[in-house]
């Protein structure tokens, strides 16, 4: 898979991506993940990338024309790829739509800034905009990154062990994983269940399957 982002700032990716599995799969190659700034595509002598809102109002908003270029920059080598506006105002980011775009080959994934960007980005340059939950960000890389690692752990390779992905929460809509423990069977007077460690696989994943339901339910422990 590759994932092109349109950011002012690169660097923010420096450090996640050459960290844990996602590093791995980035230097393996099984997720290319390329970085596009639209400071680059700006006519202005300052590369200024931002203005004043018409209309009046607090802070800058990203002009439209730097990241249009951008853009086409990207699709003038692959003019199939998928272009994404994370944005507060997007579709919900869930499993569907991970599920979704991991069929899509190619993700291209522009990062607002500053008081937002110009609404001809949304309706005229991307294909779609998401956002992660109901609240702000103080800039669309934060959810970019959250993006790429949910989308590279479903690549083939990604995971050391295929079966981490069998079982994984939300795959099967809003559900959850059991509850998992390890070493020491006792800490602080609270042990483990007893039933995981009587080696009767069949009452353990019955178990699990009714431990899964109390967290889907919201009820908890």
Known sequence: MTINVITLFPEFFASPLKASLLGKAVASGIVQVNFVNPRDYSHNKHKKVDDTPYGGGAGMVMMVEPIALAVEAVKAKNPSTRVVLLSARGRLFNSGVVREYTQQGDITLICGHYEGVDERVAAHVADESLRLGNFVLSGGE???????????R???????????LAHESFDDGVSFEHAQYTRPEEWRGHRVPEILLSGNHAKIAAWRKE??????????L
């Open 142 to 152: 934060v959810a970019a990154l959250t993006v790429i690692d949910a989308l590279a």
């Open 154 to 164: 479903k690549e083939p390779g990604f995971m050391g062990n295929a079966d981490s």
């Open 211 to 220: 431990e899964a339901g109390k967290f889907s339910s919201g009820h908890g």
